[in-house]
């Protein structure tokens, strides 16, 4: 008995082993030949034939069985059936079968009509060749079902994650084809969402379809017990629109998947799709399309060109590294005070650009001397001006730091792009320093103040150096924003923290951004302020639920959320404009120049110097006060710099009296 089980157990690995094993392909292509030619021995054998011969010439079953076998393997070698591994055959195989058994049958259909033509007599008979292709393809097809069910009885498959599938298109029906024909796929689908009409009813390839509606998604939710929808990239643009939010208020978790053209198949199979589809990230659900900009003028403008980065190894300037790379300039110069993360950015540059010519320089942008240096010896042709201080708390308590980097950071790159001839000079602003109620905010209006007025003085000067400015929002994903705090809460189980339950922001994509700061630095004439059309407002209280509903657990039951109240300087909404702002528009319908109240360059310049008095004493009243007063709409909130607002105002109503 022991024995006996032993050669069972030995058997049974020797099968496995061939199961797992993919045939060659000669060893398919023989056996399917000898099919065929078991099949037409069966039949011929057996099948009257009156005229068997013509001329002398016997034609005997060893001829008839010669000519249908070569005509066979010709036919199998043109289509190629026994390319398909064998235990993973899918609809395609079974296709190729029958193509090659059809292709087959006409040839000997077509040689049968040349020797009745030719003598009279019957070759083979249609019939017969009707009942071999027959016989061919039964067995053939057989064959291949029963080894890919012989496999999947071997393999105890992990039990599948019922889904739905969005659309009802040949995309989302070859997906779900894809899906359900995997080996050892994760996913199942159970049900397809027509999206295009809206009576859609019955089955495909045994799958139910229901049109989208929101019942239809809290049925699918309630009857089917599918919490997971499968969609295309390509059907983002539905999901934004409002469908998103019904799924994820129904607790159905989103995966996406590239374009399904991009999964080209393979020897007759489709790879396996079920590690491409991925989480969807709350950057795609922005509630609008993705800003594309992909204007030839920004790679002819710099090209062969050297081109400096200030900020380089932020989140906005390292996005701006590769973007620029795209356009292949002659040299880039890379500028940051980071030391790790510069060095981060070198191993990337290194794997993706190789041969190109890149430097990187670890310096302030206040250190003037450090400066000097760097664009003394690269003399850039292009800067872009990305370093900054951007946290808003952090500012608040070291305004100081704010001013030296924000202010004077900027003032000294500017001055030293004009004077070593820099061709454009693109300062990257921010929608805090419209109306700012923060030392943040009040540092880069006073920045873009500058930039501009030495744009201005420059106007009638040849040659001289294009200033401009560009000013946006928020920046998803960028380091220290809301998303990566909300994901690390995620992660450690929540609460998800928002300062107010009403504060709203804009928000883009760090490529977004980018690809907008390279193409308003192509379209400046000098002195321009550019704002970009960033879409609707988010309430960051309905971001976080849509994180955690997107992580599939829902807001408040599995992750709370929690109002912590508005920081220092912090303010409920943003703004691109102020009051007295106002917009034209440019070639590009997503970029607008703001109008906005211009400073001539000396009396700027007279402020600033105060300002530097005052940073160089030390004196944190003062230096505040000098920006309120170069800054007149900045007004602190939620600040212990309220009180200056007080002093400045009575200070104010005062000299008014008097005079």
């Known amino acids: 008995m022991r024995k006996k089980i032993v050669n069972i157990l030995a058997t049974s690995r020797i099968i496995s082993k061939f199961l797992n094993t993919p045939s060659p392909q000669w060893l398919i292509f023989i056996i399917d030949l000898m099919i065929v030619m078991v099949s037409g021995l069966l039949i011929l054998l057996y099948a009257p034939n009156p005229t068997a011969e013509l001329n002398g010439w016997q034609y005997t079953t060893a001829a008839k069985i010669g000519a249908v076998v070569g005509i066979y393997a010709i036919a199998m070698l043109i289509i190629g059936p026994y390319k398909s591994i064998v235990r993973l055959s899918t609809f395609e195989d079974t296709y190729r079968v029958a193509l090659t058994v059809m292709l087959a049958s006409l040839s000997l ?36 079902v029963s080894v890919k069910y012989l496999y999947k009885m071997m393999h105890s498959e992990p039990a599948r994650q019922r889904v739905a599938v969005l659309g009802s298109s040949l995309h989302s029906f070859a997906l779900a084809e894809a899906l359900l024909g995997e080996v050892d796929g994760r996913y199942s689908p159970v049900l397809m969402l027509s999206i295009t009409d809206a009576n ?28 997971t929808l499968i969609f295309l990239s390509e059907q983002i643009d539905f999901l934004r629109a409002g469908a998103a939010d019904v799924f994820l208020n129904n607790n159905v978790k989103l995966l996406m998947l590239n374009r399904i ?20 990230n709350i950057e795609d659900l922005l509630g609008r399309p993705a800003i594309v900009t992909g204007n030839p003028a920004i790679s002819a ?31 880039l110069v890379l500028v940051d005070q980071a030391e790790t993360p510069m060095h981060n950015l070198h ?17 302030d942008v206040a250190n003037k001397l450090r400066m000097a240096d760097i664009f003394s010896r690269f003399q850039p042709q292009v800067v872009y001006h990305a370093a900054a201080y951007k946290h808003v708390p952090m500012m608040e308590m070291n305004p100081a730091e704010s001013v030296l980097t924000n202010v004077f950071g900027t003032k000294v790159v500017a001055d030293l792009a004009l004077r070593f001839g820099a061709k454009t000079f693109v300062m990257i602003s921010t929608d805090k320093a419209v109306n700012p109620t923060n030392i943040m905010g009040a540092s880069k209006r006073i920045a873009e103040i500058y930039v501009q007025s030495l744009a201005l003085n420059l106007r ?24 990566p705090l909300f994901n690390s809460q995620i992660a450690k ?36 302020i550019f704002i970009f059309d960033m879409g609707k407002p988010v309430r960051i209280y309905d971001l976080a639920a849509r994180m955690i509903s997107l ?94 607002d007080s002093e400045i105002a009575e200070s104010e109503l005062i000299h008014e009296i008097e005079s």
């Not at 045994?206 to 939710?221: K, L, N, Q, T, W």
């Not at 041969?355 to 320089?361: E, F, T």
């Not at 009638?460 to 998303?483: D, M, Y």
């Not at 998800?496 to 390279?518: G, K, N, Q, W």
Request: proline fraction near 5%.
């Open 109 to 144: 259909s077509f040689l049968e009509g040349v020797v009745h033509w030719t003598d009279a007599s019957r070759f083979i008979g249609i019939w017969n060749i009707f009942a071999v292709g027959m016989s061919a393809f039964t067995v053939m097809v057989i064959l291949r």
């Open 200 to 227: 859609a009813s019955g089955r495909i390839n045994g799958i139910p379809v229901r049109s989208y509606s929101p019942e239809a998604v809290s049925e699918m939710v309630r009857k089917c017990g599918v919490h």
């Open 261 to 280: 053209e991009e999964f080209e198949l393979t020897g007759g199979n489709m790879p396996s799709l079920s590690p491409h589809v991925k989480d969807i």
């Open 301 to 331: 403008e710099l090209r062969d060109k050297t081109v400096l980065i200030t900020g380089a190894a932020g989140s906005i300037g390292s996005e701006l590294v590769r973007q620029v790379m795209a356009c292949n300039p002659g040299h």
């Open 347 to 363: 191993l990337e540059l290194q794997e993706l650009w190789p041969q190109s010519r890149i430097s990187l320089c670890i310096a």
């Open 460 to 483: 009638n000067s040849k040659n001289a150096t294009c200033f401009v400015t560009t000013r946006f929002g928020n920046v998803l994903g960028s380091s220290g924003s809301v998303i």
């Open 493 to 528: 189980g929540g609460p998800l923290t928002v300062t107010h339950r009403d504060i709203i922001r804009y928000f883009m994509t760090i490529p977004e951004a980018c690809s907008l700061v390279l193409e308003a630095g192509c379209m400046g004439v000098g002195g321009e």
């Open 551 to 644: 992580a599939g657990m829902r807001p408040n039951v599995d992750i709370k959320i929690v109002e912590t109240g508005l920081r220092p300087g912090e303010k409920l909404f943003e703004e691109l404009l102020n009051n007295h702002e106002h917009t034209c528009p440019t070639h590009h319908k997503k970029i607008m120049i703001a109008k906005v109240r211009t400073y001539s360059y000396p009396e700027v310049c007279a402020h600033l110097s105060d300002l530097k008095n005052y940073l160089d004493s030390g004196n944190v009243h003062d230096i505040v006060a000098q920006m309120k007063r170069m800054v007149p709409e900045f007004k602190s909130q939620n600040s212990r710099f309220q009180s200056i």
